[in-house]
Structures are given as C-alpha cells and as structure tokens.
Antibody, heavy 120, light 107 residues
Framework: QVQLVQSGAEVKKPGASVKVSCKTS????????MHWVRQAPGQGLEWMGW????????FYAQKFQGRVTMTRDTSITTTFMELSGLTFDDTAVYYC?????????????WGQGTLVTVSS | DIQMTQSPSTLSASVGDRVTITCRAS??????LTWFQHKPGKAPKVLIY???TLDNEVPSRFSGSGSGTEFTLTISSLQPDDVATYYC?????????FGQGTKVEIK
C-alpha cells in the first residue's frame, strides 16, 4: 500500500535551515508530483509548492520563493524539503502530500507530518 | 488567491446524527475540491475528491456535493470514529488553499 513516512521532529535556531524528508513506497515514485504543506500552531494549512520527481522540476508558492528548495532522490524514492532563514514564524508541522495519478490532481496520500520548532 | 470559507468551525452532534459541513470558495473552483479528515498526530486522510467522488475504502456514510463555489460534506450517520477535524481544499489553481477546518465532536 502507499506510504509516505516523514523524518522526525527538529529544533532549529533562528537563521538556520531545516531539511525534512518524505520516504515513499507502494507506488511509482516518478509518476506523481509531491507537494509540501505546513500548519503553524493554531493556524490554517499553507501550501508551499511541489516537486516533480520525474526530472526534479519544482514550483514554489510566492511566499517561499528564495527560501525553500525541494529535491528528490529517485534511488531511495524520497523527496526533501529544505527551508532556510528560519524565523519563529516557521514553527509548524510540515507535511508531504502525494498528488493523485490520473485525471484529478488532488493530494490522495499525506505523510504523518514533521514538527519543526524554531527556538533560540 | 482563492479564499475557502468553512462552516461551522465546530460541530457537536450525537452518534447517528446526520452532519453537514459547508465550504464556500471566493471564486469558482469547478469540481476541483477535496475533503479530508485529520486526527491529531496522524496523516490527513482523503475522503472525497472531485467534489463528490468517494475515495477508496472510505465509508459510504461520507458524501460530497457541489460545484463552482458552494460545496458540502455530509456524514449520514455520525460514528465515534468520525471525531476529527475536517478540511476542504481547492486544487483548481495554485496556490492550493484550504478551509480553516471544522472540528467534529460527539455530544
């Protein structure tokens, strides 16, 4: 069955970078875009962008351009989201979400989330 | 960006009740809307996509309807396992945007 397993919680200082991984299994890794979404405490869900594992093309939300980098390693069917220049406002749970294969480009499977805490 | 507005923000109902959650988009998203269920500490689980298509292995008590700017998620008979927060999300246009969530509790 399809599984998206994310890396563990991180604590970072302001100004640092964080890299979250999303290990996938159960489907053709290069066949489906992967999206990243975050949720800050008490806040709504915020879409960050996507990566096309087939070739590595990316598209980022304007808010995160220049600070986010999404990559993938096809040999281990894993995508990565790196966010730099962390501020306290980046404290959030970060999710990967696989886009559905076929006629509806919605997110059909999500990872369990990775808590990133920015603290001095 | 397309704004998604859900109502109510919280809902308390009895086991067996019919429950309806509404989602309104600030502009048409056609049928490109999904509903998902989120329990604390778990991965969100998709219930409905393309506004009204039930995802695999989702109980038939869940249903979705609507198109354009008005959508509803209905639980025909609320069960204890349905306690969760429910979100709508449009994927007509980037950036994807989400409703603020509806927390469903058992009375």
């Amino acid at each position: 069955q399809v599984q998206l397993v994310q890396s563990g919680a991180e604590v970072k200082k302001p100004g640092a970078s964080v890299k979250v991984s999303c290990k996938t299994s159960g489907y053709t890794f290069t066949g489906c875009y992967m999206h990243w979404v975050r949720q800050a405490p008490g806040q709504g869900l915020e879409w960050m962008g996507w990566i096309n594992p087939n070739g590595g093309g990316t598209f980022y939300a304007q808010k995160f351009q220049g600070r986010v980098t999404m990559t993938r390693d096809t040999s281990i069917t894993t995508t990565f989201m790196e966010l730099s220049g962390l501020t306290f406002d980046d404290t959030a749970v970060y999710y990967c979400a696989k886009e559905r294969w076929g006629s509806s480009p919605d997110p059909d499977y999500w990872g369990q989330g990775t808590l990133v805490t920015v603290s001095s | 960006d397309i704004q998604m507005t859900q109502s109510p923000s919280t809902l308390s109902a009895s086991v067996g009740d019919r429950v309806t959650i509404t989602c309104r988009a600030s502009q048409s998203v056609s049928i490109w809307l999904t509903w998902f269920q989120h329990k604390p500490g778990k991965a969100p689980k998709v219930l409905i996509y393309k506004a009204s298509t039930l995802d695999n292995e989702v109980p038939s008590r869940f249903s979705g309807s609507g198109s354009g700017t008005e959508f509803t998620l209905t639980i025909s008979s609320l069960q204890p396992d349905d306690v969760a927060t429910y979100y709508c999300q449009q994927y007509q246009t980037y950036p994807w945007t989400f409703g603020q969530g509806t927390k469903v509790e058992i009375k």
